[in-house]
């Protein structure tokens, strides 16, 4: 009889332990997920995680809802994710930026390479290097040589000290060894006026935001940032290939969960993630902007991440950027 409820007990006990597991992999998720957007509504970083969520949903079995919670320099969205529970119920769609911040702002209420656990790397994009009609550049190397001539007489205007804007020009600079005054604004759009206007004459702006504008000729674009050329602008050369050979940076989108979410959890997210990526309506889409899908594995999220955290500390160090 004892060794009976002995073994009944540690049937109970076994069956306990191993019930969690089951119920993370088998019946995850059980109520709707967030996906936190630390930006406003209608910008890159929203339009990306509105493509994927319907089809993240549609894998998962419960509606992703996407939530703005911007400000701060993505960094109040991002806080919001980093300080909630590691259950896979709220997401954080990452941008750029976070790997930014820390070499930026002295006090971050997060480390976003401690965390959060990256889960894929959704998307990229590259950024343009565009001028005003009225610069004398018509090429990246004709652009480097008249800025050489003369030093701080071109402007060029970002979305905000620190921005992926601001750091693609710095990089750019340092590359070619030539110096423009910068000019931030509160936002891309602000600077795509000016510069449109002939108050600014040079600037890194994203493909979806300045494409129309080179189109119907209003400003001129002289490369693009990635290491490769962009699909719907092939005949535009990468700044790499122009004229500053390694030189690469680009806007990325990402999906990340709060550190400690477990692996059963974080598999089938990603799984989600790289069906979501590669539904040909969604890729369509992606590609008609200029953006390429990526649908990395956590792993390779993971390094990009460090790898890009690395080398905007050294840009910012270099030029001694700094946020008031």
């Known amino acids: ?11 109970v006990a076994v069956l306990t332990a191993w019930v969690p597991a089951v119920d993370a992999q088998g019946t995850y998720p059980v109520k709707p997920v967030r996906l936190i957007v630390p930006s406003v509504a209608g910008g890159g970083t929203d339009i990306s995680a509105r493509l ?12 992703v809802v996407v ?17 909630a529970a590691p259950d896979g119920y709220t997401l954080l769609m990452g941008i750029s930026t976070i790997t930014i911040n820390p070499s930026i702002h002295k006090k971050m209420p997060f480390d976003a390479l401690r965390d959060f656990a990256p889960i894929s790397q959704v998307v990229s994009q590259p950024n343009i290097l565009v001028v005003h009609p009225s610069v004398p550049a018509k090429t990246v190397k004709e652009l480097i ?6 030093p701080n007489q071109l402007d060029y205007g970002t979305a905000g000290t620190g ?20 000019v931030p604004y509160k936002g891309l759009a602000p600077a795509m006026i000016d510069i449109i206007a002939g108050h600014l004459t040079v600037m890194s702006s ?3 935001s300045g494409i129309a504008y080179v189109r119907d000729g209003r400003l001129r674009a002289l490369g693009v940032t990635t290491a490769k050329r962009s699909p719907i602008m092939p005949e535009l050369p990468t700044i790499a290939e122009a004229a500053l050979p390694g030189y690469e940076a680009s806007q990325w989108y990402g999906v990340l969960a709060p550190a400690g979410t477990p692996r059963e959890i974080i598999t089938k997210l990603h799984a989600g993630l790289v069906r979501a990526v590669q539904d040909a309506t969604v890729r369509e889409r992606f590609l008609a902007d200029g953006a390429e899908p ?8 993971s390094a990009y991440m460090r790898s ?17």
Do not use: C, Y
């Not at 600079?173 to 423009?180: E, N, R, T, V, Y």
């Not at 990526?294 to 999220?301: A, L, T």
């Open 67 to 83: 939530e703005n919670r911007a400000g701060a320099a993505m960094i109040i969205g991002g806080e919001i994710v980093a300080r």
């Open 294 to 301: 990526v649908g990395s594995s956590p792993e390779e999220f």
């Open 308 to 324: 890009e955290t690395a080398k905007w500390a050294k840009v910012i160090k270099d030029a001694g950027i700094k946020v008031e």
């Open 163 to 182: 921005s992926n804007p601001h750091l693609t020009m710095e990089l750019f600079l340092s590359m070619a060894g030539i110096k423009m005054v910068h």
């Open 145 to 150: 040589a008249f800025t050489r001539k003369h």
């Open 1 to 11: 009889m004892r060794r009976s409820l002995i073994q009944a007990l540690t049937a």
């Open 206 to 208: 994203t493909m979806l």
């Open 52 to 63: 994927i969520a319907p089809k993240l949903g549609e894998f998962l079995g419960q509606q």
